[in-house]
């Protein structure tokens, strides 16, 4: 079964605007990461928050980490055409498991 | 390098045939993992590997599936004998040493899309 849920399952916007994508999750986790899939291709690692991290920035990515709430959102700022994908939340589980996958995001991004 | 490198791309073969799928994970990462990625379970994962020995696979579908990885440069994962629902696209990943959850995230390959016919 999934651990991580992404909402909304699909995202149209215009270039330049915010892109923000939720993930949760029903189990205690050691970390989230966030991962991008262009069409056709594997997944690319984005960013990586630990369980005692609430935000995290990288580049035009904002990352913040709610652990109460279990969930997770991921932000891009002044998005491109390019920014075009799938995003998909891994959470590795309490312990040595390896990362379950949500079923992700699908962004499209207008120019 | 040149990243996680997985042949063949593509994949069609008739119902009941052998598939073998190839990985050849980077160099210096000590874990291999197998996901298979479909629209309606998305990705899921089949079987991973630490230091070349099989650790979980648990999420082998079925008999028909098996997984090998004679060396830390290779591994293999067969499907004998194929079934229609058995398309989807395969992705091999790998990740450093020392934990399975490393900052830098796992490494995946480009896939390969199969097609049971």
């Known amino acids: 079964s999934q651990q991580g849920e992404e909402d909304p399952q699909a995202l149209s916007i215009q270039e330049g605007e915010n892109a923000t994508m939720n993930c949760s999750y029903k189990?205690?986790?050691?970390?989230l990461q966030w991962y991008r899939q262009n069409s056709g291709r594997g997944l690319v690692h984005l960013i990586l928050?630990?369980?005692?991290?609430r935000e995290k920035h990288s580049g035009r990515l904002r990352v913040t980490l709610d652990t109460s709430k279990k969930s997770s959102s991921l932000l891009i700022t002044a998005s491109r055409a390019a920014d075009t994908a799938s995003y998909f939340c891994?959470?590795?589980?309490?312990?040595?498991?390896?990362?379950?996958f949500g079923k992700g995001t699908r962004l499209s991004v207008i120019a | 390098d040149a990243g996680v490198i997985q042949s063949p791309r593509h994949e069609v073969t008739e119902m009941g045939q052998e598939v073998t799928l190839r990985c050849k994970p980077i160099?210096?990462?000590?874990?291999l993992f197998w996901y298979r990625q479909t629209m309606m379970r998305g990705l899921e994962l089949l079987i991973y590997?630490?230091?070349?020995?099989?650790?979980?696979d648990s999420g082998m579908p079925e008999d028909r599936f098996s997984a090998k990885m004679p060396n830390a440069s290779f591994s293999t994962l067969k499907i004998q004998p194929s079934e229609p629902r058995d398309s989807a696209v395969y992705f091999c990943?790998?990740?450093?040493?020392?934990?399975?959850?490393?900052?830098?995230?796992?490494?995946f390959g480009s896939g390969t899309r199969l097609t049971v016919v």
């Open positions: 891994a959470t590795d589980v309490m312990g040595n498991t390896p990362l379950v």
């Open positions: 590997f630490n230091n070349n020995v099989p650790i979980d």
């Open positions: 990943a790998s990740s450093f040493l020392y934990s399975i959850h490393p900052a830098y995230g796992y490494t």
């Open positions: 928050i630990r369980s005692n991290e």
């Open positions: 160099s210096g990462h000590d874990y």
């Open positions: 189990t205690s986790i050691n970390n």
